[in-house]
């Protein structure tokens, strides 16, 4: 038995493959070097959904402009119940209402449905009024212009193309195994998604760089940083943003994430120092891990960046995890596919540990 299910190979996957040993990631052939800051969000998608769509087009980024206009109805369907919500779980709320179905229709709107309903979500809990998709800018401008009200400024959606195409994909990652185990029941897309999205909100997995955010603030100097870190492995918490169940070496995201905040701090005069504060804090907690934990190797993993990157875009860190899952909707998607037409239904066994039936006197 594994509990973990660390080194079980559960499918074979022509979409990513994540070196642990070597700090790689490749995307259907390309390391994310290649990718990141050459190609956008839509390049990705198209990418990922090639072979598992006949009617795929040529340029996928007018369709997914149409779709995010076609989804945007949904949102009226926000209330003061749904609005009460973490920003990610008010956003599976109105994903759950699109039907299931297996084509690239429905592909594409759960493409365009966080992206739309994320910022609707997070304009309405502040107080302000949703703003409807614009199908003529790309995916990452326009969800950008939804959550600020306004054009993006320049560098900020190269950014978040940089932070999408980062995470669209990572293997047999636990969300892209939920979307799977949903897949193989043929229960359909919407609901593989909705898998997905559940699975990834957990601190774990997609919900660390909000508590990164945290901790950075509580840290506040770059001198206290080894205390805060300190006390905090002492009541034993782990630090968000650091270890990795695969990587044994840094996440080559991390990297990737990283270079872009370096890139938007070039035309920002706040970003430099922050950024200059959490290498500061990244590198004492390298230390402190490093002398805690001798065997076991724990470097940094893509969520410390990302917050970085998605403060600087002046997402709320509420909003985060939502974000992660705008870029990993289309693994999700494509991982789906992919199992629903090579793969088996994914049905593992337990090992019975309850009592025994009682005797009949
Ligand atoms: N801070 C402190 N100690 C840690 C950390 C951490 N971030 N991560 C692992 N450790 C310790 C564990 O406590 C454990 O120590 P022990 O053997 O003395 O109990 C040892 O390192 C091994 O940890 P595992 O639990 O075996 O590691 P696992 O592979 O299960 O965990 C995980 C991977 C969940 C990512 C873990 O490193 C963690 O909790 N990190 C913080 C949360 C985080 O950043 N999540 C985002 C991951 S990236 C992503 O999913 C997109």
Redesign the pocket.
């Known amino acids: 038995m594994s509990e973990?299910l660390e080194d079980v190979v559960a499918a074979r996957t022509v979409l990513s493959e994540v070196d642990g040993q070597a700090g790689r990631l490749i995307i259907r052939g390309w390391t994310l070097d290649q990718l990141v800051g050459r190609a956008r969000f839509e390049d990705a998608v198209s990418l990922l959904f090639d072979g598992f769509f006949d009617d795929l087009p040529r340029e996928i980024g007018p369709a997914l402009g149409e779709a995010r206009v076609a989804v945007f109805d949904e949102v009226s369907a926000l209330d003061d119940g749904l609005l009460k919500l973490e920003p990610v779980e008010a956003m599976r709320a109105l994903m759950a209402r699109l039907p299931d179905g297996e084509d690239l229709a429905t592909a594409l709107k759960l493409i365009a449905a966080p992206a739309v309903f994320l910022p609707a979500v997070v304009r309405l809990q502040s107080g302000e009024a949703p703003v409807a998709p614009d199908a003529s800018l790309s995916h990452a401008a326009d969800l950008l212009r939804m959550l600020h009200g306004r054009a993006a400024p320049e560098g900020h959606a190269e950014a978040l193309d940089a932070y999408l195409v980062t995470v669209c994909d990572h293997g047999l990652?636990?969300s892209t195994f939920a979307a799977r185990v949903t897949a193989s029941t043929r229960a359909g897309l919407t609901s593989a998604v909705l898998s997905g999205v559940s699975a990834l909100k957990g601190?774990?997995?997609?919900g660390?760089p909000g508590p990164v955010i945290e901790m950075l603030d509580a840290i506040g100097r770059p001198e206290d940083a080894r205390a805060w870190i300190e006390a905090a492995?002492d009541r034993g918490e782990?630090?968000?943003?650091?270890?990795?169940?695969i990587y044994k070496v840094r996440d080559p995201r991390a990297d990737a994430l990283k270079g872009a905040v370096r890139r938007l701090a070039e035309r920002s005069d706040r970003l430099p120092g922050r950024l200059a504060f959490a290498e500061s804090v990244e590198a004492a907690a390298l230390a402190i891990?490093r002398e805690r934990?001798p065997d076991?190797p724990?470097d940094v993993?893509?969520?410390f960046f990302t917050a970085l990157l998605l403060e600087a875009l002046a997402f709320p860190p509420a909003a985060f995890t939502g974000v992660f899952s705008i870029g990993r909707v289309a693994g999700w998607i494509a991982h789906a596919r992919e199992q629903l037409t090579s793969g088996r239904l994914i049905r593992p066994q337990s090992t019975y540990s309850g009592p025994a039936p009682l005797k009949a006197a």
């Open positions: 973990g990652n636990a601190p774990l997995h997609g660390a492995l782990r630090l968000m943003g650091f270890g990795h169940r891990l934990k076991r724990l993993n893509v969520e």
